[in-house]
Nanobody
Framework: QVQLVESGGGLVQAGGSLRLSCAAS????????MGWYRQAPGKERELVAA???????NYGDSVKGRFTISRDNAKNTVYLQMNSLKPEDTAVYYC??????????????WGQGTQVTVSS
């Protein structure tokens, strides 16, 4: 089993910052890509940011220049630093990892989601 535990969400005023963390645990053999997605009410889930195993990053257009994704491989943890937050960033943020368990092919695992609310 693989578990993802997210933390760091909350309520912040526009222009403020938050840092999300997602720690993976369990029978993990290796982790490939790690990322963050978000889903606002009435909208589809969208990519916020992703980071590969060799630290290549990819960002959604709406967060480029404001958000930074990073990972700590020793801790199996991915972070999302969110600066200059806007009300339109309000959503449930989900952690995602593509990981392998020994003898099994890679699989996508999801966190339970953490609410981020940005007030105007």
């Amino acid at each position: 089993q693989v578990q993802l535990v997210e933390s760091g969400g909350g309520l912040v005023q526009a222009g403020g910052s938050l840092r999300l963390s997602c720690a993976a645990s369990g029978s993990i053999f290796s982790i490939n890509a790690m990322g963050w997605y978000r889903q606002a009410p009435g909208k589809e889930r969208e990519l916020v940011a992703a980071i590969s195993s060799d630290d290549a990053t990819n960002y959604g257009d709406s967060v480029k220049g404001r958000f930074t994704i990073s990972r700590d491989n020793a801790k199996n943890t991915v972070y999302l630093q969110m600066n200059s937050l806007k009300p339109e960033d309000t959503a449930v943020y989900y952690c995602n990892i593509n990981a392998r368990r020994r003898w099994l092919p890679p699989y996508d695992y999801w966190g339970q989601g953490t609410q981020v609310t940005v007030s105007s």
